[in-house]
């Protein structure tokens, strides 16, 4: 069994900043693609970033500027910094994570079960 469990979620005035953090415990040999995604009330989920393992980034257009990924692969953690908040912003976000549980296997993707992030004043 692969978990994981994402913080850091809360609620911030617009303008503030908040850092998320998910971190993948179980039955891992290594993890490829991590990444956060997000879902609105009413709306689909959407990709709000992903990295991989070697550390390539890939940002929505909505997070470009203003978030930054990143992960620590001996602590199998993704990171979320997000800046300069709207409130558009407000979601769960789920962290989501590609993980291989021995050398041979193929990656199965696993999915966090979402932190609320709301940014109002």
């Known amino acids: 069994q692969v978990q994981l469990v994402e913080s850091g979620g809360g609620l911030v005035q617009p303008g503030g900043s908040l850092r998320l953090s998910c971190s993948a415990s179980?039955?891992?040999?290594?993890?490829?693609?991590m990444g956060w995604f997000r879902q609105a009330p009413g709306k689909q989920r959407e990709l709000v970033a992903t990295?991989?393992?070697?550390?390539?980034?890939n940002y929505a257009d909505s997070a470009k500027d203003r978030f930054t990924i990143s992960r620590d692969n001996a602590k199998n953690t993704v990171y979320l910094q997000m800046n300069s908040l709207k409130p558009e912003d407000t979601a769960v976000y789920y962290c989501?994570?590609?993980?291989?549980?021995?050398?041979?296997?193929?990656?199965?993707?696993?999915w966090g079960q979402g932190t609320q992030v709301t940014i109002s004043s």
């Open positions: 179980g039955s891992i040999f290594s993890i490829n693609a």
């Open positions: 990295v991989t393992r070697d550390g390539r980034m």
């Open positions: 989501n994570a590609d993980v291989k549980k021995y050398r041979m296997a193929s990656s199965i993707n696993h």
